[in-house]
């Protein structure tokens, strides 16, 4: 039996269940649902931390398969009290022959594909199940999981399948509570050095394994998510093999893979970060854009700049900062530059929204912001971390063929429903 050290004493779905997939000239689009599953006050900040420090050791050891694997096995997620997922976005996918169903945190910041987190949902040896004699482990810096790799179908949905996909069997897991495991959307090579005794191979992922197999007309998976304060909303949206121009406004902004490691392992690009009209907090420098953190997080140095613009304080009970109402009716927007374009992110998208402060253990008529700090200062390699607090106001493209990373604005950019 899994054991896991993390209790889970708050759980709720957002949206409970997903609708249907939706085929839209040849591009798949997969309903993505929004969980949130908080265990004590300040996870989420802890929970980001957390992922940045392992991002970033596992950044450097990326293409060292020999040190990756020994971060790995140094690795002790269970020394911090926080769970893997915070705040997820779940994706419904059917592994084997007949099918089993599985509840996937969709991640970008990494790129395994496995199963069998929760208890009772093991992942289920069928027809088409081919084990190939190795072992697989992914650290996530607050969970991890351990277990055997095998081959088999995957379907995300009716018509669609994709045949020898790589599935990690979890035989152990921590950090995660609620959820089956992860479907892994990052660059193949982050798969290097987490199987065994292949610690040199790569799995392809399951967006290259679709392009490669035909079924989707470019090897790339765009992503929609909205804002939402309910919890009964489908808010998000997969589209593999194309973009869905119903869900963005505008044209899409590419900007290539950064060249600055350890940002380059990643979804990683260069920005720049300006508060109101002329306070600089993030010169041009290298980060990531990733579904698994929660936060939009910055270089401590530059947070530092952005809470001495703002005016926040630090509040116990959540881990962020906290303002008043005057400071909230002052409160200017951010501009993002990225690829030569500026994305503004309002002062309403700044804060976390209201209606679910108590679900992170504020107070009902508190207003917190939703920018923290990744604990380490600027020009370590991974400067700032776009998570999807950023990206429930832009739609994202992760393009594998080209190496960049799409950004446009959404009809939900400029809401105020927080």
Request: no cysteine.
């Given at each position: 039996?899994?054991?896991?050290?993390?209790?889970?004493?708050?759980?709720?779905?957002?949206?409970?269940?997903?609708g249907?997939?939706?085929v839209?000239?040849n591009?798949?689009?997969?309903?993505?649902?929004?969980?949130?599953?908080?265990?004590?006050?300040?996870?989420?900040?802890?929970q980001?931390q957390?992922?940045?420090?392992?991002?970033?050791?596992?950044?450097?050891a990326?293409g060292?398969?020999?040190?990756?694997?020994?971060?790995?096995g140094r690795?002790?997620?269970?020394s911090?009290?926080?769970t893997?997922?915070?705040?997820s976005?779940?994706?419904?996918?059917?592994?084997?022959?007949?099918?089993?169903?599985?509840?996937l945190i969709?991640?970008?910041?990494?790129?395994?594909?496995w199963v069998?987190?929760?208890?009772?949902r093991a992942?289920n040896?069928?027809?088409?199940s081919?084990?190939t004699?190795?072992?697989?482990?992914?650290?996530?810096?607050?969970?991890?999981?351990?277990g055997?790799?095998?081959?088999?179908?995957?379907?995300?949905?009716t018509?669609?399948?994709?045949?020898?996909?790589?599935?990690?069997?979890?035989?152990?897991?921590?950090?995660?509570?609620?959820?089956?495991?992860?479907?892994g959307?990052?660059?193949?090579?982050?798969?290097?050095?987490?199987?065994?005794?292949?610690?040199?191979s790569?799995?392809?992922?399951?967006?290259d394994?679709l392009?490669?197999?035909?079924?989707?007309?470019?090897?790339?998976?765009?992503?929609?998510?909205?804002?939402?304060?309910?919890?009964?909303n489908?808010?998000?949206?997969?589209?593999?093999?194309?973009?869905?121009s119903?869900?963005?406004t505008?044209?899409i902004?590419?900007?290539?893979?950064?060249?600055?490691?350890?940002?380059?392992?990643?979804w990683?690009?260069?920005?720049?970060?300006?508060?109101?009209?002329?306070?600089?907090?993030?010169s041009?420098?290298?980060?990531?854009?990733d579904?698994?953190?929660?936060?939009?997080?910055?270089?401590s140095?530059?947070?530092?700049?952005?809470?001495a613009?703002?005016g926040?304080?630090?509040?116990?009970?959540?881990?962020?900062?906290k303002?008043?109402?005057?400071?909230?009716g002052?409160?200017?927007?951010l501009?993002f530059n990225?690829?030569?374009?500026?994305?503004?992110?309002?002062?309403n998208a700044?804060?976390?929204?209201?209606?679910?402060?108590?679900?992170i253990?504020?107070?009902?008529?508190?207003?917190?912001?939703?920018?923290?700090?990744?604990?380490?200062?600027?020009g370590?390699?991974?400067?700032?971390?776009n998570?999807?607090?950023?990206?429930?106001?832009?739609?994202?493209?992760?393009d594998t063929?080209?190496?960049?990373?799409?950004?446009?604005?959404?009809?939900?950019?400029?809401?105020?429903?927080?």
């Open positions: 039996m899994r054991t896991s050290t993390f209790i889970s004493t708050l759980s709720f779905v957002l949206a409970v269940a997903a249907p997939i939706v839209r000239d591009l798949i689009s997969l309903p993505l649902s929004k969980k949130i599953n908080v265990t004590e006050p300040g996870q989420l900040l802890k980001d957390a992922r940045a420090a392992i991002l970033r050791s596992l950044g450097f990326s060292n398969a020999t040190a990756k694997s020994e971060l790995l690795a002790t997620p269970g911090t009290s926080v893997n997922q915070a705040v976005y779940i994706a419904t996918v059917e592994v084997g022959t007949p099918p089993s169903s599985y509840s969709v991640d970008t910041g990494s790129s395994n594909t069998g987190a929760e208890t009772g992942y040896v069928t027809s088409s081919h084990f004699g190795n072992a697989v482990e992914v650290t996530y810096g607050s969970g991890r999981f351990v055997l790799e095998y081959t088999d179908t995957v379907s995300l949905g018509g669609l399948t994709i045949s020898k996909q790589s599935i990690g069997a979890a035989s152990f897991s921590e950090g995660f509570n609620g959820v089956d495991g992860i479907l959307l990052g660059p193949v090579d982050l798969t290097v050095g987490t199987l065994f005794p292949s610690v040199t790569t799995i392809p992922t399951v967006t394994n392009f490669s197999q035909g079924d989707i007309p470019a090897d790339e998976v765009a992503i929609s998510f909205e804002p939402t304060t309910s919890l009964n489908v808010n998000g949206e997969l589209t593999f093999g194309g973009t869905d119903t869900k963005f505008g044209a902004t590419y900007a290539p893979i950064t060249m600055t490691s350890t940002a380059s392992k990643y990683g690009i260069d920005q720049s970060i300006r508060y109101g009209a002329s306070t600089n907090i993030l041009t420098t290298a980060g990531i854009v579904t698994g953190t929660t936060l939009i997080m910055i270089a140095d530059a947070f530092a700049a952005y809470q613009a703002t926040g304080v630090m509040d116990s009970a959540t881990g962020l900062l303002i008043d109402v005057a400071q909230f002052a409160l200017q927007s501009f990225i690829g030569g374009t500026t994305f503004e992110l309002t002062a700044q804060i976390w929204p209201r209606a679910l402060n108590t679900n253990g504020g107070a009902a008529d508190g207003i917190y912001l939703i920018v923290g700090s990744t604990g380490s200062p600027s370590s390699g991974l400067d700032f971390i998570g999807m607090t950023f990206l429930e106001r832009f739609y994202s493209v992760f063929a080209n190496k960049r990373v799409g950004i446009a604005n959404t009809p939900f950019t400029d809401a105020t429903t927080n």
